[in-house]
């Protein structure tokens, strides 16, 4: 096992904590799309808000959406996308500084058995 450096360690907690976000915001987009396609309006609705038109491929039909509903799906995917992003980052980081300190305690643990 790998001893980690506290720095590692909070990369590590970040890690986990962005994954779990990107995870959490796509279910909520398909959770939204889903409610989008039972509750949303199929005909444009000024008077409630509803005439974003989105084509809901679940339904296979059009529902009308209002704007703070259609703002959120692109936010939602952005914010997965680029917490998958991070996460993909920060583990090739952590990779890079877990191998050599890895290789150096190995050095040490050598020289330590020849003396």
Request: contains cysteine; proline residues 4%.
């Amino acid at each position: 096992m790998v001893d980690l450096t506290p720095q590692q360690k909070q990369l590590m907690w970040l890690l986990k904590w962005l994954f779990r976000a990107s995870i959490l915001s796509f279910i909520l987009l398909g959770c939204l799309i889903v409610y989008f396609g039972e509750k949303a309006p199929t005909a444009a609705d000024g008077t409630s808000g509803h005439v974003y038109p989105f084509y809901d491929k679940l339904h296979r039909n059009y529902v009308y959406l209002t704007e703070l509903e259609n703002n959120s799906i692109p936010v939602l995917c952005v914010l997965g996308v680029g917490g998958v992003f991070c996460c993909v980052f920060i583990d090739f980081k952590l990779r890079r500084s877990v191998t050599p300190s890895e290789q150096n305690r190995r050095q040490r643990e050598r020289q330590d058995h020849d003396d």
